[in-house]
């Protein structure tokens, strides 16, 4: 039997779950998501999509995001 897909195991999830990518674009948003957020957040960055300061400095920090920036500054 496959393994199960990314996009599956989302679904499978009863609340809503969105999944990010290193540049913290949304590439995947379960049932529960898209009731929540509309049909369209999957494609956008994540932040346009929740606007939560702490939500979003998580997922910057695990994205490896603001280590990028640091380096830059």
């Known amino acids: 039997m496959p393994a199960p897909s990314a996009e599956e195991l989302i679904e499978a999830v ?17 049932a529960a998501a898209r009731e929540l957020f509309g049909a369209g957040p999957v494609g956008r960055p994540f932040v346009t999509a929740i606007r939560h300061p702490q939500i979003n400095d998580a997922v910057e920090t695990h994205s490896g995001r603001d280590r990028a920036r640091a380096r830059r500054s």
């Open 14 to 30: 009863p609340n809503a779950m969105l999944a990010v990518d290193r540049s913290t674009r949304l590439i995947l948003a379960n």
